[in-house]
């Protein structure tokens, strides 16, 4: 089965740090250009970050630049997203989803979601 | 950044109904443009890329045109299951940005 389950998520103050992961299964995670989306309480989606297959190429919303950090693992199969400095409008529902084609597209399976509250 | 307007934000109608929704890009965006189906507290889902091509799996009442700035998503024959709310995406360029979403409600 096709798959991307996140984890990682919870609730942090305002200033600090959390590491989401996503795991993939079911299909060649090393061939596809990787992405973040968030999506805020009641609000819309908004993409945050994205990852070129091989690593070398990662572009950022840029209210996130400087404070969030995607990386992945392909020999695990693992998508990451480290957040720092942490504000309260950070908080959302994180998505990973794999995006087709080979320049990065649509955003083709989505994991479940996980939340992240930035809150004292 | 290129912004991507919706319209309408929301609107009621009929099973059976054909409706259409409308993305505007501030810019051209040649096709790089999909639309996606969510419903609450569910991710979203990609029902058509590179403008027009329907994702595989997804119901051919599901219809998308245009190129350059302005797109249309139509649904031919409203079904019980299409009630969700709709969001444009553009990939031509970075920041890549999503239209504010249409919500569709049952009259």
């Known amino acids: 089965e096709v798959q991307l389950v996140e984890s990682g998520g919870g609730l942090v103050q305002p200033g600090g740090s959390l590491r989401l992961s996503c795991a993939a299964s079911?299909?060649?995670?090393?061939?596809?250009?990787m992405s973040w989306v968030r999506q805020a309480p009641g609000k819309g989606l908004e993409w945050v970050a994205n990852?070129?297959?091989?690593?070398?190429?990662?572009y950022y919303v840029d209210s996130v630049k400087g404070r969030f950090t995607i990386s992945r693992d392909n020999a695990k199969n693992s998508l990451y997203l480290q957040m720092n400095s942490l504000r309260a409008e950070d908080t959302a529902v994180y998505y990973c989803?794999?995006?087709?084609?080979?320049?990065?597209?649509?955003?083709?399976?989505w994991g479940q979601g996980t939340m992240v509250t930035v809150s004292s | 950044a290129i912004r991507m307007t919706q319209s309408p934000s929301s609107f009621s109608a009929s099973t059976g109904d054909r409706v259409t929704i409308t993305c505007r890009a501030s810019?051209?965006?040649?096709?790089?443009l999909a639309w996606y189906q969510q419903k609450p507290g569910k991710a979203p889902k990609l029902l058509i890329y590179?403008?027009?091509t329907l994702q595989s799996g997804v119901p051919s009442r599901f219809s998308g045109s245009g190129s350059g700035t302005d797109f249309t998503l139509t649904i031919s024959c409203l079904q019980s299951e299409d009630f969700a709310t709709y969001y444009c995406?553009?990939?031509?360029?970075?920041?890549?940005?999503f239209g504010q979403g249409t919500k569709l409600e049952i009259k």
């Open positions: 995406q553009q990939y031509y360029s970075y920041p890549q940005t």
């Open positions: 079911g299909f060649t995670f090393s061939s596809y250009w």
């Open positions: 590179a403008a027009s």
């Open positions: 810019q051209g965006i040649s096709s790089y």
């Open positions: 990852i070129k297959q091989d690593g070398s190429e990662k």
């Open positions: 989803a794999n995006q087709e084609g080979l320049r990065g597209g649509a955003f083709d399976i």
